[in-house]
């Protein structure tokens, strides 16, 4: 197609991409949107692969992270929007070569219709890969596999993971693609490759953890002031948790108290009179509570979860692993400053990255633990696996976001982690939303976004790694390893063939064609 409608179609593409995850979420469209971004990529030259890449970037992350200028305006979302679509560009360009080598390469046709649809769907894990590692950590937000939470598609990430449902999503579709280039419809065995893989992954199956008991969780929303901007006094925050969690103080059999992100926005480790709070609490209720707070050490500051007992205090604790670039600390702060000071002058108070494992023993039982972002973080999610954790506790808080399409985003990051972990996910929002989520993804109980209030649930809990955890990012790095290898492959063998093809008189359309 010209050049100006593969610059439509890939804006377009970005745009119907995004549909696919929450919160529209209509998650057949995110493989219109994947068709949309790779079609116009076909035949075209490097520089041209990365305009047409960049567009389709800025189509994606302009709608999907639009949520980012609730409160900051349009700055921190055009650089976050238009630094991530860099990344989509450069993989644009690796899968325009791999469009135009691997046919220069060896011109069978089962090599297009599999070897192509394998190294393009590499490339864009590739392409995932670098954006959930660079810089400062990446940010792993909008990978293919969140958009298919509640799809039959979703399974798979018990077996390989994220990146692995990734790939066979990019697959699927490029090898229709060929499938259809190719016009390979006169002979219906060629479409056997896809049309086994697109069966082989609806069918399959979740691995199968192993049943280990419940858990009864209390878990509450208060839905206080705990946005950024919110006008509070101290305490404030942790007065409207008490009150949503007064009605539970006549429920028998509670076996752990669970709050949100910043649910104590008084440190009761430097606070007396909340650790008599928090005391009394456990006392009435007979139970542990997890909560978070900001915590101190000499001049560095924490986004801490404690696991607090009635007589002891805090007896075991983690901080967040990952804290949020430009969010809660500025890296490089002498640039930025010197870039937008009224902006990062918001950010007065810096987090430091937390060093302990992401579990609490409750007693018996093991949770795994993830502080708000840190749940689209593959490694630590594994890390509290390996350790025993028999549940999750995700802690969140979305007050920043009200209203906006990030609080769903994220948790159909939670469900896919409750499937490709094989454990009970308990998500609790200051503000929502708040779900427990089963090991098999489905919603069990629910708080109103928005709204005040407290669940108790009991909780299945399961015991079993899934393969997904036991390969962990083995399955990355050998999709990673794997498509740069083949890409290269691809040149070299193409270029070596070059001779030959100019020698036979046949062109680049030619070859292509067979």
């Not at 219109?32 to 960049?54: E, K, Q």
């Not at 011109?107 to 864009?124: E, Q």
């Not at 992954?201 to 953890?209: E, I, K, N, Q």
């Not at 669970?258 to 909340?274: A, H, N």
Request: charged share 15%; glycine share 12%.
């Amino acid at each position: 197609m010209p050049l100006w409608a593969a610059l439509l179609v890939s804006a377009a593409g970005g745009v119907v991409y995004d549909l696919g995850f929450p919160d529209v979420g209509a998650w057949p469209l995110a493989f219109v949107g994947i068709a949309l971004a790779l079609v116009p990529l076909i035949g075209r030259s490097a520089w041209a692969a990365f305009h047409i890449g960049l567009v389709f970037g800025l189509g994606f992350y302009l709608t999907h992270v639009s949520w980012t200028t609730l409160y900051l305006g349009p700055v921190p979302w055009l650089a976050l929007s238009i630094f991530e679509s860099l990344f989509v560009a450069g993989g644009a360009v690796l899968i325009a070569l791999a469009y135009r080598w691997v046919p220069l390469a060896n011109p069978s046709s089962w090599v297009r219709l599999i070897g192509l649809p394998l190294l393009v769907a590499g490339l864009w894990v590739l392409r995932e890969a670098a954006t959930g590692t660079l810089p400062y950590g990446g940010f792993p937000w909008g990978r293919a596999a969140q958009s298919q939470s509640e799809s039959p598609f979703a399974q798979v990430v018990s077996w390989v993971g994220s990146s692995g449902l990734g790939f066979v999503m990019v697959v699927i579709v490029a090898g229709a693609i060929e499938w259809v280039r190719l016009r390979e419809w006169r002979d219906l065995r060629t479409a056997i490759p896809v049309a086994a893989l697109l069966v082989v992954a609806v069918a399959v199956p979740a691995w199968p953890t192993t049943p280990a008991g419940e858990l009864r969780v209390a878990s509450v929303q208060g839905n206080g002031p705990a946005g950024y901007f919110d006008e509070r006094a101290q305490g404030d925050i942790l007065q409207t948790q008490l009150d949503a969690t007064a009605p539970l103080l006549d429920e028998d059999g509670i076996d752990v108290l669970l709050w949100p992100e910043g649910g104590s926005d008084i440190d009761p480790t430097r606070s007396p009179e909340v650790a008599r709070v928090f005391d009394s609490l456990g006392d009435r209720l007979d139970a542990p509570i997890v909560l978070n707070t900001v915590t101190t050490d000499g001049e560095r500051f924490f986004n801490t979860s404690l696991l607090w007992r009635s007589g002891e205090g805090a007896v075991d604790r983690f901080s967040k692993r990952n804290p949020v670039p430009f969010g809660e600390y500025i890296p490089d702060r002498w640039f930025y400053d010197a870039l937008v000071p009224d902006l990062t002058g918001l950010v007065q108070r810096g987090y430091s990255p937390g060093t302990e494992p992401p579990v609490f023993d409750l007693g018996g039982t093991v949770t795994g633990l993830a502080i708000c972002f840190d749940v689209i973080y593959d490694d630590l999610i594994w890390e509290g696996a390996r350790d025993g954790a028999e549940l999750y506790m995700f802690q969140t808080n979305n007050a920043d976001f009200r209203g906006t399409d990030e609080n769903e985003q994220q948790l159909a990051i939670a469900r896919l982690r409750a499937i490709e972990t094989g454990r009970s996910v308990v998500n609790i929002s200051t503000v929502g939303t708040s779900q427990v989520i089963d090991p098999t993804g489905r919603t069990i109980d629910a708080l109103p976004a928005y709204e005040a209030g407290a669940m108790v649930t009991d909780v299945e809990l399961r015991e079993g790694l899934t393969p997904s955890v036991v390969l962990g990012g083995a399955v990355p790095l050998l999709l990673v390893i794997g498509s740069i290898a083949g890409l290269i492959a691809a040149g070299v063998l193409a270029q070596r063939n070059a001779p030959r093809r100019a020698g036979s008189g046949r062109g680049v359309d030619e070859v292509s064609a067979g």
